[in-house]
């Protein structure tokens, strides 16, 4: 049997800015004073796509890497050294444990369990998660004179700030109890900033410091917005245009009612896609430097947008998405993370997009 052809590209593409990805990373680098910087990479590196991040951030220089999941891990080890990988989840099962041997991936010890399962397959480098005071993931600090913990073989000691994009006391309380962290526990590297950790000051940084929002283009504080540049552009595809006259209603539940006659289109992009219906109406997408407007509400795989301003706008034309994330976050009321991690499988992430 003969096989299918290849189907064809996709009516929606993830842009991307390569150089801009890399300025955050030597931006954030500098920021961290004398510590480096490594680059949070978990969920498909923020929904940017791992496999064409990761060698961008490898060239301009970072060299730890952080995933989640096991299976996040396998995707970039081609890329980079193993050793520079590390899985946040650490070794739930003998079998993860038998695997971050094997494939050369540093676990990252969440508990006495996970740190006797390390040790019982032969154990060796690893890095420790400290909880100060966020409660989820991490070794309680009762917990850190236990046998167990004392036969780790540690390269990165790590906690995580809860607050850090918030001036609050918890984030002095966590880092003076780090400072305690560190004296109890020997370890090559201490790691408790992330992209707004960066922002509080050498006292946070440590060694290592782990950004991930703001590589992306995120504003995780105010003060890293000079240094950061936007990263990706949500686009798709315009499909159909078609004119309105006066009273014609438009979308689900005719939350748009045309006043005027007008030229609207339709757009290759849906709630299904992470363009969620809080976007109705208020969302906007570009093309020439010219704006077209949402109208009524978004659908799962498409969206109505008005023509009204690029009359010589046609079928098959790409589209822009206004996805700045500090701006697009005030006006659709998600997190800049969201924003980020929403963006779904449809969109195409391939190199040079």
Not at 261 to 278: K, P, Q
Not at 326 to 349: I, V, W
Request: proline share 6%.
């Amino acid at each position: 049997m003969i096989p299918p052809a290849p189907p064809p590209h996709s009516t929606l593409r993830l842009g991307f800015d390569a150089d801009a990805l890399a300025a955050n990373w030597r931006a954030l680098d500098s920021l961290s004073g004398r510590a480096s910087a490594g680059a949070a990479v978990k969920a498909d590196a923020y929904g940017v796509g791992s496999v064409r991040v990761v060698p961008v951030l490898a060239a301009a220089g970072c060299r730890n890497f952080f995933v989640a999941h096991w299976a996040e891990a396998a995707e970039i080890i081609s890329h980079v050294e193993p050793a520079s990988i590390a899985v946040l989840h650490g070794p739930l099962t003998e079998s993860e444990a038998r695997y971050a041997r094997a494939a050369g991936v540093r676990p990252v010890i969440n508990s006495v369990e996970q740190a006797r399962r390390w040790i019982s397959v032969g154990g060796g480098p690893c890095h420790l998660m400290v909880d100060t005071g966020m409660n989820r993931l991490g070794i309680p600090p009762a917990d850190l004179g236990d046998p167990a913990i004392s036969a780790l073989d540690i390269d990165i000691c790590l906690s995580h700030l809860a607050s850090a994009d918030e001036d609050v006391a918890q984030n002095e309380s966590q880092l003076r109890l780090f400072g305690q962290v560190r004296s109890v526990i020997p370890a090559q590297r201490y790691s408790l900033a992330n992209s707004a950790g960066i922002a509080l000051g050498n006292a946070y940084h440590a060694d290592l410091t782990r950004p991930g929002l703001a590589l992306y283009g995120g504003i995780a504080r105010h003060e890293l917005a000079p240094h950061i540049g936007q990263v990706v552009r949500p686009e798709a595809a315009l499909l159909q245009t078609r004119p309105l006259q006066a009273g014609d209603r438009v979308g689900y539940n005719a939350m748009f009612t045309a006043d005027r006659d007008m030229r609207v289109g339709v757009i290759s992009l849906g709630y299904a896609d992470g363009y969620l219906r809080c976007w109705s109406g208020i969302g906007s997408f570009r093309w020439q430097g010219r704006m077209a407007q949402v109208l009524g509400r978004v659908s799962m795989d498409l969206t109505i947008i008005d023509l009204s301003e690029m009359p010589d706008c046609r079928e098959g034309e790409w589209l822009t998405a206004d996805y700045a994330l500090p701006d697009a976050a005030a006006k659709s009321g998600l997190s800049q993370y969201e924003l980020l991690t929403l963006m779904g499988r449809r969109f195409s992430r391939q190199s040079g997009i």
